[in-house]
């Protein structure tokens, strides 16, 4: 295939140019990007956390059972 009938068959996923942003819109892009990324760290705790209580409740109910 040569390039040209690349470039027009995927006119869909053409690649515009993006402008560069002020220091000031990075520093908030930036901060939204921790802001998720603390938030999914959270998660991931709070289900490691679930994990490992339900573990515990399952070794003290086989403890029990014995």
């Known amino acids: ?3 040209n009938e690349f ?3 995927n ?3 053409s690649v515009a140019p993006t402008k560069s942003l002020t220091t000031q819109q990075a520093r908030l892009d930036a901060l939204k990007r ?3 990324n603390v938030g999914k760290a959270l998660d991931t705790e709070r ?3 679930k994990v490992v ?3 515990q ?3 003290k ?3 029990t059972t014995e």
Request: charge should be positive; hydrophobic fraction near 30%.
């Open 47 to 49: 289900k490691r956390q």
């Open 53 to 55: 209580k339900a573990q």
């Open 57 to 59: 409740n399952l070794q």
């Open 61 to 63: 109910a086989i403890r």
């Open 34 to 36: 921790q802001k998720d």
């Open 11 to 13: 006119k869909n996923y």
């Open 7 to 9: 470039a027009t068959t």
């Open 1 to 3: 295939m040569r390039f």
